[in-house]
């Protein structure tokens, strides 16, 4: 069959079968990563950290020196899942880092 010129694919119905199959893929892939908690311990202490951080800024009015983030939470910093590099993205994730004359500052996102 031409691939120019006005058929878009074969005829007898393959092309709807790969789009089934390509479906189910992304089905199963959507299932397992509703599932990642139950899997992989790290997710969980992730959310855990996120939702601590939140309310330990909120706690502050929305914002605390770059140093009593690390110094509150060093503790959760290569305990358990929690990588220095996983609290870092988390904290990214949450916050935004300002910098200014007295210092660093992380400053809760808007949405949170």
Known sequence: MPLFGGNA???NGSASKSSNALLAKIRSRKADASSLDVQ???VTAGKGLAD???AFLRARGGSAPSSA???KFKS???AGNVTPELFKAILQQV???VRGVGGRVWKLKGEY
Request: glycine content about 12%.
């Open 9 to 11: 694919g074969p005829a």
């Open 40 to 42: 992989h311990p790290e």
């Open 52 to 54: 601590r951080l939140v």
């Open 69 to 71: 983030v690390a110094n």
């Open 76 to 78: 959760d910093m290569g």
């Open 95 to 97: 916050a935004t880092l």
